[in-house]
């Protein structure tokens, strides 16, 4: 009964993603893009889905702004600070407001931007949020004292992540890998920028003033609504928020010239780890490094890859494998990171990953395998595309990094052209030893 429900539920998902996957573009989607004249873009994409809408808004400044000494953490937490309220609409009142549409918020922030979303039903509704949601942005009101109550809930957060140690691993590699850019800190920051996050009040108003501005916001609406209303009600509660007119320079990342290493040793037992990354370039709908890139992590380092069958399954040296070539403005790391069973088996781990990626250079994948594998991430991308949130949540990522929302499409197309032969220049082009950082991590040894 239950193999016939999946194959049945299989089915449905096959017809219903057909005509994703037949289309000439993944993201199939009509949609409009307006800027009004203070500088806010706004992405419209009407479905025939009914009732729902998904209302995000992009605001283009993640970890990677932090570029001032002493400020890392700033965008994450001014995110916490988003929730506070107005003079107009208190957070008790907006929490009531919200509650009574039976809508769905949140927020998140990555390294290179920082989303607020609401999803709710209902086109009467568009109005009231577009409503409120401008009085927010626009029309923040905290105080001094409401900033340092906010303070220690960061602290807390850090001290949660700083027990998991794959994050741990994560950030040691960060801080050991990169000297220059941005991207050295992790979106929580440093303990000793959070901990001085109560004194920061005028920072924090200059924080908004530079980056919650219209011309560094994207408005991503999809769902059940009429373009043109959504223009007079986003002209109507958006107009009135003036530009920053404030230019972001990162710092630019030297290149590296040697191989860097680092342990951290866990204060108590826990499962070696190994991460290796090296200096990959920004992603791009139009250079072919990156989409080579990534195809290379599918190819060669997920579960059905022969490393991965090796010392997963067979061997069983590893708990797991993988392969993480994040997408990002500027140019960021690939990391290869694997959960080890036993200590002593790190050097052979180690050493298998760098002679996976030797082979690479030296061995093209198969035409066939590659193919399989872009049909696989093509069919991947359009079954998360299934509900109205789908379609906003993957495209606010790819909004974020370009601002224009053709650039899925612009991806895929660039997926399709990669070759064995461009994936081998790739390898040889970013896989050095001199441009690797290998971190480690143990713990529970007895003293």
Not at 395 to 414: C, S
């Amino acid at each position: 009964m239950k193999r016939f429900i999946s194959t049945f539920l299989s089915l449905i998902l096959f017809f219903c993603l057909s005509p994703l996957l037949q289309s000439s573009d993944i993201f199939p989607y009509d949609y409009k893009v307006e800027v009004l004249e203070n500088g806010l873009k706004i992405v419209s994409i009407p479905l025939d889905n009914p009732h729902i809408i998904s209302h995000y808004v992009i605001i283009r400044s993640g970890s990677r702004n932090e570029i001032e000494p002493g400020k890392s953490g700033f965008a994450h937490f001014f995110e916490h600070m988003m929730f506070k309220g107005t003079k107009d609409m208190p957070r008790e009142v907006y929490d009531d407001f919200l509650t009574e549409l039976g809508a769905g918020t949140n927020g998140y922030t990555t390294d290179d931007y920082t989303c607020y979303f609401v999803v709710f039903a209902g086109r009467e509704n568009l109005e009231k949020v577009i409503k409120a949601e401008a009085d927010r942005f626009i029309n923040l009101y905290y105080d001094e004292e409401m900033l340092k109550t906010e303070a220690p809930v960061i602290e807390g957060e850090y001290y949660a992540s700083a027990s998991n140690p794959g994050r741990r691993l994560f950030e040691a590699l960060r801080d050991t890998a990169f000297v220059k850019h941005s991207y050295k800190h992790t979106t929580l920051g440093y303990l000793q920028d959070i901990l001085d996050m109560p004194n920061q009040f005028e920072y924090s108003q200059l924080f908004k003033k530079r980056f919650y501005a219209p011309d560094n916001t994207i408005l991503l609406v999809a769902g059940d609504f009429d373009h043109d209303q959504l223009m007079e009600y986003t002209r109507k509660y958006y107009s009135g928020w003036e530009k920053s007119n404030y230019t972001l320079v990162t710092p630019e990342e030297p290149p590296q010239t040697k191989a860097k290493r680092a342990h951290y040793e866990w204060p108590s037992k826990t499962l070696p780890r190994l991460v290796i990354g090296f200096h990959g370039p920004e992603f791009s709908d139009e250079k072919i490094d990156k989409a080579a890139l990534d195809l290379l992590a599918e190819t060669s380092f997920s579960r059905s890859s022969t490393l991965y069958q090796k010392l997963v399954i067979e061997e069983q040296k590893c708990l797991s494998l993988y392969a993480s070539f994040a997408d990002r403005r500027d140019p960021y790391l690939l990391t290869f990171n694997a959960v080890v069973k036993d200590e002593k088996d790190l050097p052979y781990v180690e050493q298998e990953i760098f002679k996976e990626l030797e082979r690479l250079k030296k061995e093209p994948i198969s035409e066939e395998f590659l193919a399989d594998i872009k049909s696989n991430m093509k069919y991947s991308f359009a079954s998360a595309l299934g509900t109205t949130d789908g379609i906003a949540s993957s495209l606010a990522h790819y909004i974020n990094l370009t601002t224009d929302p053709g650039t899925v499409n612009k991806l895929f197309d660039l997926f399709d052209k990669v070759s064995p032969a461009d994936i081998q220049k790739m390898c040889q082009k970013y896989f050095m030893k001199t441009n690797s950082t290998v971190v480690t991590l143990s713990g529970g040894k007895t003293k």
